[in-house]
C-alpha cells in the first residue's frame, strides 16, 4: 500500500523554470523525505524534513511541510535537463518508510 | 563511496521457476530493506531487518516469497514460485540505525521479467 500520492502525476517544464511537486501522506510521521529516481536506477536521498520544521532548503531544493494538511512539496529552482527524473516523498516513522506514487518531470532543454 | 550492491541486475524467468536476488548493504548498516516496484509505481515496502531479526513483513506474500538475512549482513530475497505479476523492480535500501537521520540508501535493483 502506498503512504500517499504525488501531485501531479507528471509535469513538463522548459529549463530554468522551477518545477513544484505535491505530496499528501496518510498517516502520522516523524518526518518526511524526498527522493530522486533516474529510469531504471535505484532511488537517491535528496533531503528530509522531521514534522517540527516548517520549511527546509538544500541547493536547488525548498521543502516545505504541513503536518496539519498531511501534506509537503518540493521546490526545484532554476531547472536543468539533468533533473529530468522521478520523484517521490517517503513518510514514516524513523526507519520505516513508505513512499507515495510519484511525479514523474521532465525538463526540456 | 560505500554502495548498496545488488545482484542480478536483469533477471528473466519463466513462470513457476525460482528466482532469488541479492543485497549487501553498507558496513555498519543494522536496518536492511526490500522494496517491489511496478513500472510506473512508488517503491512498496516487502519486508524490513534490524540485523537479523524481520521487523516487518506484513506486505510480503508469504506463500510464495522468503526472505533471509541469516548473519545480520547481506540478504537474500527468493520467490518460488515465479508468477506473472512478479515483473518488476526489486529494489534493497539499508540505513544506519541510531545515526537518526533516517536517510535510505539504495541499490541500483533487480529488473525481473516473468515470462
Known amino acids: 500500500s502506498q503512504q500517499g500520492e504525488e501531485d501531479p502525476q507528471a509535469l513538463s517544464i522548459q529549463e530554468g523554470e522551477n518545477a513544484t511537486m505535491n505530496c499528501s501522506y496518510k498517516t502520522s510521521i516523524n518526518n518526511l523525505q524526498w527522493y530522486r529516481q533516474n529510469s531504471g536506477r535505484g532511488l537517491v536521498h535528496l533531503i528530509l524534513i522531521r514534522s517540527n520544521e516548517r520549511e527546509k532548503h538544500s541547493g536547488r531544493l525548498r521543502v516545505t511541510l504541513d503536518t496539519s494538511k498531511k501534506s509537503s512539496s518540493l521546490l526545484i529552482t532554476a531547472s536543468r535537463a539533468a533533473d529530468t527524473a522521478s520523484y517521490f516523498c517517503a513518510g514514516g516513522g524513523t526507519y520505516k518508510y513508505i513512499f507515495g506514487t510519484g511525479t514523474r518531470l521532465k525538463v526540456l532543454a | 563511496e560505500a554502495e548498496v550492491a545488488q545482484s542480478p541486475r536483469y533477471k528473466i524467468t519463466e513462470k513457476s521457476q525460482a528466482v532469488a536476488f541479492w543485497c549487501d548493504p553498507i558496513?555498519?548498516?543494522?536496518?536492511l530493506y526490500w522494496y517491489r516496484q511496478i513500472l510506473g509505481q512508488g517503491p512498496e515496502l516487502l519486508v524490513q531487518?534490524?540485523?537479523?531479526?524481520?521487523?516487518?513483513d506484513s506486505q510480503l506474500p508469504k506463500d510464495r516469497f522468503s526472505a533471509e538475512r541469516l548473519k545480520g549482513v547481506d540478504s537474500t530475497l527468493k520467490i518460488q514460485p515465479a508468477e506473472l505479476g512478479d515483473s518488476a523492480m526489486y529494489l534493497c535500501?539499508?540505513?544506519?540505525?541510531?545515526?537518526?537521520?533516517?536517510?535510505?540508501?539504495f541499490g541500483e535493483g533487480s529488473r525481473l521479467t516473468v515470462l
Open positions: 535500501a539499508s540505513s544506519f540505525v541510531g545515526q537518526n537521520t533516517g536517510e535510505l540508501f
Open positions: 531487518f534490524q540485523d537479523e531479526s524481520v521487523v516487518d
Open positions: 558496513s555498519g548498516h543494522a536496518t
